[in-house]
């Protein structure tokens, strides 16, 4: 059945749609790399910066499945990384087909997610992501307000574990910080959430087309509004920094 993040190729073939970024040097730690971004995601959140790519109509220019493998393919020797980033990636079951793809190239895999599929996080072949990084977007009390809808805290709490187990020293929380929808009086709640072990990295959110309308006018944080977010959740016991 054709979904609405696929597309017919001329053969009369279903491919998945891809958004690509051929080259980046800041996406992956370490390494150069592309970027991969499937179309869908399970989210709603009205500040998401990638609305092309959450539901239909898509962002013009996506490519299907064979292109993107057919470049990945051309620039492995220059290329040491690809970084799958969405939408939501674990939003779709073939996702580990993908990857192998990738994998079987050469590429070191760095995978993004919103942390809402533990459990195809725990299914995935050890050794087929190189480096996790978990988009926890606010405190479980008021979740919602970040993800446009209700998320469980305990399949957050789980991949939050699965990192801790399989990747203690190759993986990464990120806190969006949104005006209006993140707020200093949770961040006791949020540390005690993520925990120790993993490190949390605090960026601020960027005005521009997003998600839900209302929220592009939202001001960006300044920069001593993030300072004072990673120092309150160092104070917390977090291992916070800036990006």
């Known amino acids: 059945m054709l979904d609405q993040w696929s597309q017919k190729t001329q053969d009369g073939q279903v491919t998945p749609l891809y958004g690509l970024v051929k080259t980046t040097l800041l996406d992956y730690p370490g390494l150069v790399s592309a970027v991969l971004f499937t179309a869908g995601c399970n989210l709603r ?115 939050l574990d699965w990192m801790r187990a399989h990747h203690p020293h190759s993986s990464e929380v990120r806190l969006t910080w949104v005006p209006g929808l993140n707020e200093p009086e949770t961040l006791e709640e949020y540390a005690s959430f993520v925990g120790s072990g993993l490190p949390v990295w605090v960026q601020a959110y960027r005005p521009g087309p997003v998600l839900d309308p209302a929220f592009a006018s939202v001001r960006a944080p300044t920069p001593a509004e993030i300072d004072s977010v990673v120092e309150t959740l160092k104070t917390l016991g977090v291992e916070a920094k800036k990006r």
């Open 45 to 159: 959140c009205p500040w998401c910066q990638n609305p092309g790519l959450v539901q239909a109509p898509w962002d013009e220019g996506l490519l299907g499945e064979a292109e993107v493998m057919a470049f990945l393919q051309k620039r492995r020797k220059v290329l040491q990384g690809v970084v799958v980033t969405g939408g939501e990636p674990l939003f779709h079951p073939d996702l580990p087909r993908l990857l192998s793809q990738i994998k079987a190239l050469g590429y070191q895999i760095k995978l993004d997610t919103n942390g809402t599929y533990p459990d195809r996080l725990e299914a995935l072949e050890a050794g087929l992501v190189d480096y996790l990084a978990f988009d926890l977007k606010n405190s479980p009390s008021v979740y919602a307000r970040s993800a446009g809808l209700p998320v469980k805290a305990e399949k957050l709490r789980q991949t």
